[in-house]
């Protein structure tokens, strides 16, 4: 019989992150939820009714520097050791050129980006002693070419997968698996900021279903799906900009 595993999930209290936890709870794992204000949040207060014994709330701002040392002792402590970090936090703003905000875009960048990196340096030497350990990123599509409008989102984005991909032999060779998760659009409370059709859109439940699904049975680097949006996206990538930037224009209103 395979051990309970125990995950720590970032970003878990409505979307994507909150259907995770519904799966993993469902699987028999031992769920660590974070958000802003995981412990006020209904859906996550009946979860823990449900399941007294396998969730435990935890909240978590990723952009307060100060608070990552002491929530991670304490995530780690809970169950006795983490086997998955599951970072699922993100910030994200609609800005064309006529509404720019520095303080936005460094919102974002601190969200999807920088608070990886801190919660990283502080995990990674729980990992090591322990000798295994598994990282899952949940990342985007538009990480592999800037939209417009959506700069501010998918320019931290495609430095988280470039982070990872720079990294990923290093934490192989101590048996740490990295993953990232390339997705497209989902029906959440970011995405209802867009004004435009978005191609295959995908409920919350259907991604979070693939997501646990990559993470608990495929050894790739990288998920990514819906397979056509993917495919036009990495195309576009490998285009001469002449022809790629004029598609991306067509996109403005």
């Known amino acids: 019989m395979e051990p309970t595993k125990r995950i720590w999930i970032i970003g878990g209290s409505s979307g994507i992150g909150l259907e995770l936890v519904k799966l ?3 699987n028999n ?3 660590i939820v ?3 204000n995981a412990t006020n949040t209904s859906a996550l207060l009946k979860l823990l009714i449900d399941y007294p014994k396998k969730i435990t709330l935890l909240n978590f701002d990723a952009t307060c520097k100060n608070e990552i040392k002491d929530t991670v002792s304490k995530a780690w402590e809970i169950y006795d050791g983490i086997d998955i970090w599951f970072y699922n936090a993100g910030a994200y703003e609609v800005m064309g050129i006529d509404t720019w905000d520095s303080s936005k875009f460094e919102q974002m ?3 999807n980006y920088l608070g990886i990196i801190r919660l990283m340096t502080e995990l990674l030497p729980y990992f090591k002693n322990t000798g295994k350990g598994h990282w ?3 990342s985007s599509l538009s ?3 800037g939209l417009p409008q959506g700069g501010g989102y998918s320019a931290p984005k495609a430095a988280l997968v470039n982070l990872a991909e720079s990294i990923q032999p290093e934490l192989d060779s101590i048996n740490i698996k990295l993953q990232i998760i390339n997705h497209g659009f989902v029906k959440t409370r970011l995405t209802a900021k867009n ?5 295959q859109l995908m409920e919350p439940k259907f991604t979070a279903e693939k997501i646990f699904e990559g993470i608990k049975n495929s050894n790739s680097f990288e998920i990514r799906f819906p397979f056509l949006l993917s495919l036009f996206l990495r ?3 490998f285009l001469p900009y002449k022809f790629s930037l004029a598609l991306t224009k067509k996109t403005l209103p």
């Open 143 to 145: 990480s592999y070419f």
């Open 109 to 111: 960048n601190e969200v």
């Open 24 to 26: 993993c709870l469902q």
């Open 34 to 36: 974070s958000s802003r």
């Open 235 to 237: 195309i576009l990538k």
């Open 136 to 138: 899952v990123w949940n």
């Open 195 to 199: 004004s435009f059709e978005m191609p």
């Open 29 to 31: 794992y031992l769920v």
